[in-house]
C-alpha cells in the first residue's frame, strides 16, 4: 500500500527566500507523481507533473525531481511570494487513475 | 466557463438525514472521482467513476452511494448522516487510459457539517 509523507508540515519563510518541500513515498510502482497547491476554502491546482520516466519538470519559478530509487521528490520554489502562501500537496497515481496524497506543507510567505 | 462545479459548496445538516452533493465537468473528460479531506487536511479517494461505471470504491460505509447518469455528472448520496461524515468533499475528473501525463481537475469542494 503507498504511503505518502510531506515534511515539514507547515513553514514560514519571508518573502525572496528559495525554499524546498519534501515529498516520500514507499511505492515506486509508480505512473507519475504531481505537485497540487491548495487555498484556503478552494480546491486543488496541479502545479507540475513528473512522468515516472522522467527526472524533473520546471514551470516558472516552480522546479520539482523526482527519484524513484530513494522514494522522493522535493519541489523547489524560487523567490518566494506572499502569493505563494498555501497548503502543497504530493499526490502519486498508480494503476486506475488512482491518486495516493500526503497530508501537505503549508507554506506561509510573509512579506 | 467553470471547468468542475459542485452544488452547494457549504451543507449543514443534522445528524440521521440523507443529502446530496451534485458534481459536473464540462472538459470532456470520461472518469470522475470523489475525495474526501477530513479535518486533519488529509484527502483521500473515495470513488471513481469511468464511462459511468464504478472501477474505484475505497471501503467506504454503505452508507455513501455514488451515481453517474452521465460521463458528465457524478454525484454522491448519504444516507443516514454521521458526525464523522464532516468533511470538506472534494470533486475531480480526468481521461482515463492511464497516460502518464493525464492530471485530474478539482472542483471547489463542499464542505460538509454534520451537527
Known amino acids: 500500500k503507498q504511503e505518502v509523507t510531506q515534511i515539514p508540515a507547515a513553514l514560514s519563510v519571508p518573502e525572496g527566500e528559495n525554499l524546498v518541500l519534501n515529498c516520500s513515498f514507499t511505492d515506486s510502482a509508480i505512473y507519475n507523481l504531481q505537485w497540487f497547491r491548495q487555498d484556503p476554502g478552494k480546491g486543488l491546482t496541479s502545479l507540475l507533473l513528473i512522468q515516472s520516466s522522467q527526472r524533473e519538470q520546471t514551470s516558472g519559478r516552480l522546479n520539482a525531481s523526482l527519484d524513484k530509487s530513494s522514494g522522493r521528490s522535493t519541489l523547489y520554489i524560487a523567490a518566494s511570494q506572499p502569493g505563494d502562501s498555501a497548503t502543497y500537496l504530493c499526490a502519486l497515481e498508480t494503476s486506475g487513475s488512482r491518486l495516493t496524497f500526503g497530508e501537505g506543507t503549508q507554506l506561509t510567505v510573509n512579506p | 466557463d467553470t471547468a468542475v462545479s459542485q452544488t452547494p459548496k457549504y451543507l449543514v445538516t443534522q445528524m440521521g438525514n440523507d443529502k446530496s452533493i451534485k458534481c459536473e465537468q464540462n472538459?470532456?473528460?470520461?472518469?470522475m472521482y470523489w475525495y474526501k479531506q477530513d479535518s486533519k487536511k488529509f484527502l483521500k479517494i473515495m470513488f471513481s467513476y469511468n464511462n459511468k461505471e464504478l472501477i474505484i470504491n475505497e471501503t467506504v460505509p454503505n452508507r455513501f452511494s455514488p451515481k453517474s447518469p452521465d460521463k458528465a455528472h457524478l454525484n454522491l448520496h448519504i444516507n443516514s448522516l454521521e458526525l464523522g461524515d464532516s468533511a470538506v468533499y472534494f470533486c475531480a475528473s480526468s481521461f482515463s487510459g492511464g497516460a502518464p501525463t493525464d492530471t485530474q481537475y478539482f472542483g471547489p469542494g463542499t464542505r460538509l457539517t454534520v451537527l
Open positions: 472538459l470532456g473528460h470520461d472518469t
